[in-house]
């Protein structure tokens, strides 16, 4: 799978079908969530160690695999200067319920650290805006993970 993945970025020019539109929606997915991540200035040990986390549960891979997809992601967002490839990549291939999803894991990497950055949750509203998940539902989402977490901002 993550040999896929490397291809995939070696061949972005070409349209995705098939197996390497799944592993493009990983990569771009798992950007998402690295940015979500650095958005306040750090990528925290908490932070990592919440997207392996759901790397693994999401897509079903071992420890090495969310390990290597993770370093792929963080060198695709350090090279990207925008989001709009990743929220593209989601919005077309994931339905409704998939999105929501997204933007959950993204709360939940956002609140990793134990508190939610300004940047963060503008990170949040832009990317619930750009893959369609309206801002009731994101906020749904954000408090089921507020839940889960045992908190109750």
Do not use: C
Request: proline share 3%; no cysteine; hydrophobic share 50%.
């Amino acid at each position: 799978m993550i040999s896929r993945i490397r291809d995939l970025l070696a061949r972005a020019e070409r349209p995705a079908t098939g197996r390497r539109a799944a592993d493009e929606l990983r990569l771009a997915a798992a950007a998402l969530m690295v940015e979500a991540a650095r958005m306040d200035g750090e990528f925290g040990a908490e932070e990592r160690e919440t997207v392996l986390d759901l790397l693994e549960r999401r897509f079903e891979l071992t420890p090495g695999e969310a390990e290597e997809l993770l370093d792929m992601a963080v060198a695709a967002a350090m090279r990207s200067t925008q989001l709009f490839a990743f929220t593209q990549a989601v919005k077309n291939g994931y339905d409704a319920e998939e999105r929501i999803a997204m933007i959950e894991m993204l709360w939940e990497v956002a609140y990793a650290d134990g508190e939610l950055h300004d940047y963060e949750a503008n990170l949040l509203r832009r990317v619930a805006g750009l893959i369609h998940v309206p801002d009731p539902v994101s906020g749904a989402a954000r408090k089921r993970v507020l839940a889960r977490m045992g908190r109750g901002d």
